[in-house]
T-cell receptor, first 115, second 113 residues
Framework: ETGVTQTPRHLVMGMTNKKSLKCEQHLGHNAMYWYKQSAKKPLELMFVYSLEERVENNSVPSRFSPECPNSSHLFLHLHTLQPEDSALYLC??????????????FGEGSWLTVV | SQQGEEDPQALSIQEGENATMNCSYKTSINNLQWYRQNSGRGLVHLILIRSNEREKHSGRLRVTLDTSKKSSSLLITASRAADTASYFCATDAYGGATNKLIFGTGTLLAVQP
């Protein structure tokens, strides 16, 4: 139990569906992240939120839409995804995004399969 | 862009042996971290070493850092079957207003009982 909870753990969706991934952290952190992990590729940083403000968007397609309503919750809204978007999506949090040397705490991930 | 690159990509050893994994990176760093990931799970932080440190220990883990060669190594001594996992190095990089961790592709370690 890392203090970062992701739901659902597994999601299968069609290319025309709209779904959301949810992340909640109980660590009192102020920064939250979405990472994408595909087979045999490095972890890709998708979005960074610091104090509920999006401060990083790494050229992620608009079919991925993040939302951070407060410092404890982070969503990733999904719509009209492609099969190549199938991956493990990892949520993480840290004390502050701007602190060098911060440790990032990951959730268990949401396995997404797009059919 | 990818910053850290682990070597080897896969490593298989017997229980009780030591496992050494290497990481190379491209740009200057403030610190380097190692994480572990069990199959299909989230990553767990193992150890952090700062750029002014050369070696750090934590239990059966020993990390070294050579900033002149832009490389780090993770040594796991007296390995156990439970150490089977993927191991990632991560370096910090400043992008805009944030510090962020850039991960490598990882080393898959298999410890045979």
């Amino acid at each position: 139990e890392t203090g970062v909870t992701q739901t659902p753990r597994h999601l299968v969706m069609g290319m025309t569906n709209k779904k959301s991934l949810k992340c909640e952290q109980h660590l009192g952190h102020n920064a939250m992240y979405w990472y994408k992990q595909s087979a045999k590729k490095p972890l890709e940083l998708m979005f960074v939120y610091s104090l509920e403000e999006r401060v990083e968007n790494n050229s992620v397609p608009s079919r991925f839409s993040p939302e951070c309503p407060n410092s404890s919750h982070l969503f990733l809204h999904l719509h009209t995804l492609q099969p190549e978007d199938s991956a493990l999506y990892l949520c993480a949090s840290s004390a502050l995004a701007v602190d060098s040397g911060n440790t990032i705490y990951f959730g268990e991930g949401s396995w997404l399969t797009v059919v | 862009s990818q910053q850290g690159e682990e070597d080897p990509q896969a490593l298989s050893i017997q229980e009780g042996e030591n496992a050494t994994m290497n990481c190379s990176y491209k740009t200057s760093i403030n610190n380097l971290q190692w994480y572990r990931q069990n199959s299909g799970r989230g990553l767990v932080h193992l150890i952090l070493i700062r750029s002014n440190e050369r070696e750090k220990h934590s239990g059966r883990l020993r990390v070294t850092l050579d900033t002149s060669k832009k490389s780090s190594s993770l040594l796991i001594t007296a390995s156990r079957a439970a150490d089977t996992a993927s191991y990632f190095c991560a370096t910090d990089a400043y992008g805009g207003a944030t510090n962020k961790l850039i991960f490598g592709t990882g080393t898959l370690l298999a410890v045979q009982p």
